[in-house]
């Protein structure tokens, strides 16, 4: 009976091997494999009692007798039949061990990558390192599906088409992010290299790609020249060139010839993800003037200035005035609303453009609901008016429907970290930061996510890459400084303070990094001045100010301040190091409830 249960323990344990491994190369639902386990486990008492009740002899199997009847088995017979249950015993364990020796070697080779493959794999949290020759070195392995649209040139002899030519290939970049797979770079990045005399290879390896598409594009009244290339970025050499000679109005088909034509030649297939829907940038009606007047503001869009967000809205209203069922349109004049409310107002002006910006997102979705852009604009708008999981809803809507968007993906991360999640938030910009490779902006914001998770190392890299991007970018010098006080380093911060350009953000540099060097005289003036000039702009900056002091009672009066006068700066408070080293102060909760904000979050405090 014993040599009968452990037979059977082992057989089953082998079935059960066997099971796990070929039912799903016959596509067969693992519900089957847990039914085995299932019935195997109730087989076991079965088989146990049998073996109590019957046994096994030369004649075939019978009912056991007791040990002094006529009948029992002799022990010569019960010494032979052991001995052929032992032999069925080890001949199970002898394929047991088998099989699982297999398994062993398979599981370590899976989990010992060849020396090839460890050299392809990316350092998961790894920041590219700013170096004299790029801002941002590509990865080790460039991947063979993986695109840049240069801008396009504009042979129409007319600067003015420019915007209609640099349109065509922001057209190109939205279409070619629909394909599963492919990896698109993005605008940003892109259009760094117009009239670049870079070769096509250091501009594949400062974007990250194997291939580039280049063209240009010559209008001439109702017709339209179009030639476009795409290019091995190794050697330089074409995979696919084609030129279009068309009417104006076949310009949408024109844009769809093309990028099928490369997705083709780079075997990419359309996005399969569950959710996912095909986006467009283009009018449903396929006006031709309310797209020229989308692409007029696209452009404006892309500059960050008040005098062109104000140009991209009035381009943008041109379009929706044309087609009022221009839903991509609708979207991209709330954004502007939203940045011109946002950067540029405050008070009752800057109310007045968030409720044009509400008006516009809400006709974008009501127009195409799938569209993400919509649902992005919608959530840079809740964002702005503090309404923190309002703007998480949407942007994991539009994220949803278009996976690959990076602008999203920055979005999402922007939102976890307001909401203390700094490590979701640094993963989501590094995901980002593969389709706009360089993009001062999103570097910075990445090292204040490292910083704020206590990844000081990758935090400064990230840094230098964005100021080797954008010298004179804005707050980037300030961001420096802070870094150089949480090292506790006053001299290093009042240099990097010292760096930061004229205007408001060198004057907060400066005020934070002599609160701590040893000057106090300096230190209570800088502020005093900081004060003087910002109270109304900048009241979360001073809170730091004084959370740099160790004055509590301070630190949370402009906290209240910043709070009431609308400050986009309280979006810092769960991943600001120098305001959380009171996250324990009761006043700390009180706060975050109030602003809607929660009162966890995975950031490292100023000690």
Known sequence: MVR??????????????????????????????????????????VAVAFAWIYELTPEGIRRTEAADSPGARSEHASRQIGRKLNTVIIAVLVLAVALLGWRLLALRRASAPSAAAQAAAPAAPAVPQATSNTANPAPAVIPEKSVAVLPFENDSGDTSQQYFSDGLSQDLITALTQFAGLKVISRDSAFQFRDSKDSSKVIGEKLGVAHLLEGSVQRAGDMVRITATLVNASDGSALWSQRYDKPYKDLFALQDAITHSVADAL???????????????????????????????????TRTDETHARQAINAYQRAVTIDPGYAAAWAALSRAWARLGGAFMGGAAQQQAFTQARRASDRALQLAPDLAAAHSARSYLAFSESDWKGAQAEIQRALQLAPNDGDAKYLYGSVLATLGQCRRAADLVQQALMTNPRNGDWYYALSQYLACGGRMADAQQALRTAIALQPQGTAYHEGAAVLAILRGDAEAALAAAQEEPPGPWHDIAMALALQIGPDREAADAVLK??????????????????????????????????????????????YDPLILRYREDPRFAAFCHKVGLPTTTDAVAMK
């Open 267 to 301: 075997k990419a297939r359309l996005l399969t993800a569950p959710g996912a829907v095909v986006q467009s940038d283009r009018p449903p009606s396929g006006n031709l003037d309310a797209y020229t007047a989308y692409l007029r503001g696209v452009t404006d869009f």
């Open 4 to 45: 009968v249960a452990i037979a059977y323990v082992v057989a089953a344990w082998l079935l059960v091997q066997i099971a796990t491994q070929l039912f799903p190369f016959f596509d067969i639902p693992n519900w089957a494999v847990r039914l085995v386990v299932i019935l195997l486990a109730i087989g076991l008492p």
């Open 529 to 574: 001045n900081l004060i003087a000039k910002y109270a109304d702009l900048g009241p979360y900056q001073i809170a730091e100010a004084y959370a740099l002091r160790r004055d509590p009672d301070a630190v949370f009066q402009w906290l209240d301040r910043a709070w009431k006068q609308h400050d986009p700066g309280i979006s810092y408070l769960l």
